[in-house]
Nanobody, 123 residues
Framework: QVQLVESGGGLVQAGGSLRLACEAI????????MSWYRQVPGKQRELVAS???????TYADSVKGRFTISRDNDKNTADLQMIRLKPEDSAMYYC?????????????????WGQGTQVTVSS
């Protein structure tokens, strides 16, 4: 199966910037949607940003104007550029790939989560 590898998390001061990167590795034919979610302990995982294979993006209201998702379909990557970070953006960030079709299973679509990368924003 395809694996997702995330990078780019870390500690940053409020107002700073970070860029998260996600790469899907495997014999990939197509990935329909690539997204970033985040979760803090005790709360549900929430969608931050998502982009379909056509380039249409959606964002959580809390990050609009500050976060930008980008995607390279040829490289199977999805990055999340985050600016003007706030302490409330602190969370574990997860990459998600939806409706993956790989060369080992043409007739089956599946989803995959990355292991997460921690973002901490200090006040």
């Amino acid at each position: 199966q395809v694996q997702l590898v995330e990078s780019g998390g870390g500690l940053v001061q409020a107002g700073g910037s970070l860029r998260l990167a996600c790469e899907a590795i495997g014999r990939i034919l197509m990935i329909d949607t690539m997204s970033w979610y985040r979760q803090v302990p005790g709360k549900q995982r929430e969608l931050v940003a998502s982009m379909d294979k056509g380039g249409a993006a959606t964002y959580a209201d809390s990050v609009k104007g500050r976060f930008t998702i980008s995607r390279d379909n040829d490289k199977n990557t999805a990055d999340l550029q985050m600016i003007r970070l706030k302490p409330e953006d602190s969370a574990m960030y997860y990459c998600f790939a939806g409706a993956i079709i790989d060369y080992n299973n043409f007739d089956r679509k599946y989803n995959k989560w990355g292991q997460g990368t921690q973002v901490t924003v200090s006040s």
